[in-house]
Structure formats: structure tokens, C-alpha cells
């Protein structure tokens, strides 16, 4: 079993093409898509493991050099030459070729249950979640397809039965096989050479020890998570096989925006609709937060644009504190206006004349002024 072959891809495949071959090819044979299909079910978890192995680099490099990757038997099977047989002549379709008989000596078949254990993959998963969240922290759940310890054979790959005669070798402990004219033997790699047999491959996961299901896991969200976080649920992942240790879950936060608060940092940003009146005379105003309403004093005269804080109403942060609630003051201008507040209106201008353009146009000039004077300076 070739897992580049399994994946479609070539030796010298990156991490990005073996992902995309992985993604590509499990939601061809997904169970879920496929229920009931015991063959994509099986194809399913080759998928999976060539994928685990291929991904991890140290497993990976001992695949590519012939080590450990696949499952080992205690003892390797060496096939012998026990005798030549002339009268064994394959023609046609039982002709063997060279790659072939190769294939067989340099490859034994494992013995059933043997290999070392190996590591679950890690999992990984995007969670959305509303702006409300970051301040107040919660519990959501994220559902992932994840492969299991088969319930049938409690993950070992084997159903025990009756120990009785090996029916691969009719218990003679060995295999035999001709290839034109010469007959070659090797021990049964499915009695280890014993003859006997007291297990079968499990049906229910077809001998591999594991098998897929989809999943509710809890994820818990701390107050002031932020957008992007990334959130680490151990042993959610994928079950190893073989005894070995389970994978984890990787949850990607992803915050959606909010129509009328952002964050910045830890603080609360907001911009609040003062009326003209409101700004010119003052005014006491209440202003909705994420922890309830704020009152806020506007003093007479304020600006569009001017900002107003509420200290540790904002985020929580990781060190027990908190960021700020700011406020920022946006002038509206009435959509309506009747004949008689036309008239107070003229009447204010007439009694204040004063130009803001021209006092901004001295700003500007001003301000001008200074560059030069700091670029002489610098020169």
C-alpha cells in the first residue's frame, strides 16, 4: 500500500499538496457522504493514515527509507527457496514478472495486530462566534469528523475467536507460491508462522483498528478571547493506533463584527449621534454598552469628533483587569427643518459671526509654517 499512490501525488509532494490531495480525496469517500459504503469507508481510513503519516516529517522520512512506517512483525518473514518444481509452468494471466516477484520477497506480509504505536493527527477546525463573546466568555461546541477506537475490537484491528487451524495456510505455518519454474515459501504472515490462529481481522473497521465518527466537542471561550485565537482542546483529535496517544483539536476563533461597537486592543469603541442642540448647549446622555447603559456629560460647546472615555468598561484582560469604553461624539443635523427653526437658525448665525473657515484656513497656514521652520532645522 503506497500512501503517495493513495493520495494521488508524488514523492516529492509538499505539506500544502499532500493537504489539498487529503481534503480532495475525503470528500469523495467521507462515510458521511457515503453511508453504508463499506468499501469508501475502508478507503476512507487509508486516506487517513497515508495523510497522518505523510505529514508528519519524522514518520515521513521513515516511510520514504523503508523504516518503520508500515507495521512491523516481531520477526521478518524471509522467504526460502525450498525447491525448484518444473512440472509448475504459469502461463498467460498466472505468468509472474519480475516486478512482481520482487514485490513479494522485499515486501512480507505483517503479521496480524504487530506495529508499534503511533500518534493521532491533530484536527483542526474554524469556530464563529458573535462580538458579544469576546466580553463575556462561553462554552460553544464545534462538531469534527474524527476516527475513534473501533467499539467492536476496542482498537486492536482483531476479533478474537476460536483457536483453530490458519485457513491462509492450512496450518502449516507457511506460504507457498511458484513463479514460473521455481516454487518459493515464507511463514504465513497471517498466523506468524504458527499454523494457528485465534483472531481475525475485525470486520467492523476491516482490520484497521479505528473507526470515523462525527462528533460534538466542547469548546470553552474564555472572557476577551480575541478574533483569530487560536484554542488547543486535547485528545480531540484523531485516535492513534496500536496504544498510541490521541491527537488533538485546534479551534480557530472568528469573530463577527458588530453594528455599532469595534475593538481596538481591550477597549470598547463606539460613536454616538449627538443632536445640534445637544452639542451647542451640553446635554447628559446615556449611551448603551456591552455591561449595560453609561450616562455621559456632554459640556456645552463639544465637537464632533471628540472622545469620551468610561475607564475599565471595556475587555477583560489577562491580567484580571480591564480595557476602557470610549465614545465618540458624531454631530447630526436634523432631516427636516420647518420654516420657523429656519429662522432661529439666521438668527444664530447673526449672532455669531464668526468664519471657522478662515480660523481653520490660519491653522493650516500655521501648521505650515512649522514644517518649514523644522525642515530648515533638519537642514
Known sequence: MD?????????????????????????????????????????????????????????????????????????????????????MRAHGAQASTFSELFAEVLNPVPVAGAGRPESGADLHAT????????????????VVTRQVPCGACRGTGLRVTVEGRCPSCEGRGQTRWARGHMVFAKDCGACGGTGRRRSDACAACMG???????EAVLVRLPAGIRDGTRLRVPEAGNAGRHGGTTGDLYVTIQVA???????????????????????????????????????????????GGRQFRARERG???AGGGAGD??????????STIDDRSRELIREFGRLNPGDVRKDFALRVEEAGGQDEVSKAGRT
Open 325 to 334: 469604553f470610549i465614545a465618540e461624539v458624531r454631530i447630526v443635523l436634523p
Open 208 to 214: 484497521h483498528g479505528r473507526a470515523v465518527r462525527s
Open 257 to 303: 463584527p458588530h453594528a455599532f461597537f469595534r475593538r481596538e486592543g481591550d477597549d470598547v469603541l463606539c460613536t454616538i449621534p449627538v443632536a445640534v442642540h445637544e452639542a451647542v448647549l451640553g446635554a447628559r446622555i446615556e449611551v448603551p454598552a456591552l455591561d449595560g447603559a453609561i450616562r455621559l456629560n456632554l459640556p456645552p460647546g463639544t465637537q
Open 127 to 142: 469556530l464563529a462566534v458573535p462580538f458579544e463573546v469576546q466580553f463575556t466568555g462561553d462554552e460553544r461546541q464545534v
Open 3 to 87: 500512501f503517495y499512490v493513495i493520495l494521488g501525488i508524488g514523492p516529492d509532494a509538499s505539506a500544502a499538496d499532500i493537504k489539498r490531495a487529503y481534503r480532495r480525496l475525503s470528500r469523495r469517500y467521507h462515510p458521511g457522504i457515503n453511508p453504508g459504503d463499506r468499501t469508501a469507508q475502508e478507503m476512507f481510513s487509508r486516506i487517513s493514515e497515508a495523510y497522518e503519516v505523510l505529514m508528519d516529517p519524522h514518520r515521513r522520512q521513515e516511510y520514504d527509507t523503508g523504516g518503520a512506517a508500515q507495521p512491523q512483525a516481531p520477526q521478518p518473514d524471509v522467504p526460502q527457496f525450498t525447491e525448484f518444481d518444473f512440472s
Open 315 to 317: 475587555f477583560p484582560t
